[in-house]
């Protein structure tokens, strides 16, 4: 039972232009939402996060929207560099609850050409 | 200064055998964890302890054992390895209580079971 999901298994984009990485989730109780961007040999490390009483948050290049009645949130990337191509994993979770139980799609490997 | 750190990066071994993954945080939080990437890359939470104290326990197996000796460690120990015990186990840390909550991902250690 998969609560997260990526659909996309890869996004190929050309340096400069906009990158969108989807993510779907079939948790209604989910009310934080966390995108992990991860390279190769390398642990997840964190990106951006909203919590389920915003639809946008910004920080630099990266914008994350959610559209809570679709259960849909994604991650916008203006201008993608090179350096962006890794695997970003979209993961979910329960706020106050006394511990962080993160639900973690499959990921989508982004690749930005020069 | 590695965040979070893992030992050994890479381990194989036979079925049937027991070994320990090492898990060492130095950012002075409360909360780690263990998570297991399987070959679908699904990466899936297995436990979480605060304060040495197990909080999360995922349906994973007995042969499984995490052993929390201080709040900067957890090791995770597995008896009796199973082929399809062969993933890549990732460690993390969080600080909960924060608006924000993150975690911090260690480099992960790939096992193969043979």
């Known amino acids: 039972d998969q609560q997260v999901k990526q659909n996309s298994p890869s996004l190929s984009v050309q340096e400069g232009r906009i990158s969108i990485l989807n993510c779907d989730y079939t948790n209604s109780m989910f009310d934080y939402f966390l995108w992990y961007k991860k390279y190769p040999a390398e642990g997840p490390t964190f990106l951006i996060s909203i919590s389920s009483i915003k639809d946008k948050n910004e920080d630099g290049r990266f914008t994350v929207f959610l559209n809570k009645s679709a259960k849909h949130l994604s991650l916008h990337i203006v201008p993608s560099q090179p350096g962006d191509s890794a695997v970003y994993f979209c993961?979910?979770?329960?706020?106050?609850?006394?511990?962080?139980?993160?639900?973690f799609g499959t990921g989508t490997r982004l690749l930005v050409s020069p | 200064d590695t965040a979070v750190s893992q030992t050994p990066k890479y381990l194989v071994t036979q079925m049937g055998n027991d070994k320990s993954i090492k898990c060492e945080q130095n950012l002075g939080h409360d909360t780690m964890y263990w998570y297991k990437q399987d070959s679908k890359k699904f990466l899936k939470i297995m436990f979480s302890y605060n304060n040495k104290e197990l909080i999360i326990n995922e349906t994973v197996p007995n042969r499984f054992s995490p052993k929390s000796p201080d709040k900067a460690h957890l090791n995770l120990h597995i008896n009796s390895l199973e082929l399809g015990d062969s993933a890549v186990y990732f460690c993390?840390?969080?600080?909960?209580?924060?608006?924000?909550?993150?975690?911090?991902f260690g480099p992960g250690t790939r096992l193969l079971v043979l």
């Open positions: 993390a840390s969080s600080q909960p209580g924060l608006i924000q909550e993150t975690q911090y």
């Open positions: 993961a979910a979770t329960r706020m106050n609850t006394g511990f962080q139980k993160l639900v």
